[in-house]
């Protein structure tokens, strides 16, 4: 029975990425909505997916620069 470790590692991370990500927006937007109300757990939200676009697009962008390597080593 042999092991793939890189697969594991990326599926590790992944895991940790999905569960930080709940953690911040459950907790956190649960937490202003919690002591301000709905109105600023609206903003809250908004704001939080306005500070990860930057973090979204740049892990778009490496994804897409991986991908066109992988292909450019393929071809050649």
Known sequence: MSR?????ARQT???LAVGALLL???VGDGLIYYFYGAGAAVMGFLCLLGGLLPVAL???????LDWLAKLRDREG
């Open 58 to 64: 740049t892990i778009l962008a490496v994804a897409l």
């Open 24 to 26: 911040l927006f459950l």
């Open 13 to 15: 991370n992944v895991r």
């Open 4 to 8: 793939d470790l890189r697969q594991y």
